[in-house]
């Protein structure tokens, strides 16, 4: 049977969180008019998520899918795997954690039968989350808003509902580097917002600690925008015009005063590397971008699929 609604959660080691997980879910979606799927995708987990996911899937066959990477592809790449596997009217993205709550999920899909094509979370609290962790997310938001031509709402996550246009569109962007809250947003369609309180993490270790927060930042900046390369060329300017400005400056301090600090070689030093950082820095953004255009050329798949349960033949050939 074809279903109504599917649900993609990316899993990555998270084996204390697949039960409850299920759980919710399918106390949430029994009521649903509509059949409905769990699409699980298994991100070269380590930690018996895999057997987990089969002995789910061995037991309730009707509504779990299970797609098992040959490695460790990453959180994007699993969420867009999902994607391409989902087969519903509605797909609905969530994390394995339960801090986005499934209970939500009736409520999305009440706007999605009002005519909105995608349904975001926004949140509005964040339960459990350091005081550096909500800064900088709020800082980041607001300054990707800023600085992209692309209005990616404030304060949402991967975890919404999309028609399944929208889940074709994005899924036809074949970039590498993906950020999936700004794909849906730049694709358009009739989008709408609905506030929650996000939960604490059920259990285990966060998968996305600073170090990968931040690269997820940069793949949104570098995607989206061109705001680093353009203030790279800003700075440079900048630079220039205080260079110029200074020479009759100095020339007059050296030729009828007696400055003391403009005397031997300090401040030479000091400008060149001043200089020779701002340089490296700008010749860094470009090395970014010219990565990307690198990992793009070569065109290697987004992700190797080992096996697949409850996946029918032909989706397993498009995707296999």
Request: glycine fraction near 8%; include cysteine.
């Amino acid at each position: 049977m074809k279903p109504t609604y599917s649900i993609v959660a990316p899993i990555y080691n998270e084996i204390e969180n697949i039960q409850p997980l299920y759980d919710r879910i399918h106390q949430v979606m029994d009521p649903v008019d509509g059949h409905w799927e769990l699409v699980a995708v298994n991100d070269g987990s380590t930690d018996g998520s895999r057997e987990a996911l089969h002995e789910l899937y061995q037991r309730d066959p009707e509504h779990v899918r299970v797609v098992d990477f040959a490695r460790n592809f990453g959180h994007q790449i699993a969420v867009s795997a999902g994607m391409d596997y989902a087969c519903g009217d509605a797909v609905i993205l969530i994390d394995a954690d339960l801090q986005d709550p499934p209970e939500l999920i009736p409520e999305m899909i009440d706007k999605w039968q009002d005519g909105y094509e995608v349904v975001f979370a926004v949140r509005a609290r964040r339960k459990g989350e350091s005081w550096l962790k909500v800064t900088l997310a709020s800082l980041f938001y607001r300054v990707l808003y800023r600085i992209t031509d692309v209005s990616i709402p404030l304060d949402t996550g991967d975890f919404r509902l999309m028609d399944r246009r929208v889940v074709d569109a994005v899924s036809s962007m074949p970039e590498r580097h993906r950020f999936i809250r700004g794909m849906v947003s730049w694709v358009g369609f009739r989008q709408t917002g609905i506030e929650y309180e996000r939960d604490e993490r059920h259990s285990g270790e966060t998968k996305y600690p600073l170090r990968k927060q931040l690269r997820l930042a940069w793949d949104g900046i570098t995607g989206f925008s061109y705001f680093p390369l353009q203030l790279a060329t800003w700075v440079g300017f900048l630079i220039a015009v205080l260079a110029a400005l200074t020479i009759p400056v100095v020339v007059y301090l050296r030729a009828f005063t007696d400055a003391e600090p403009l005397k031997g070689q300090a401040t030479t030093l000091v400008s060149v590397l001043f200089l020779g950082g701002v340089q490296l820095i700008s010749l860094g953004i470009i090395g970014e971008y010219l990565g990307r255009i690198h990992s793009e050329v070569m065109r290697r798949p987004l992700y190797i699929v080992s096996e697949t349960l409850g996946i029918d033949e032909v989706q397993a050939k498009e995707h296999g």
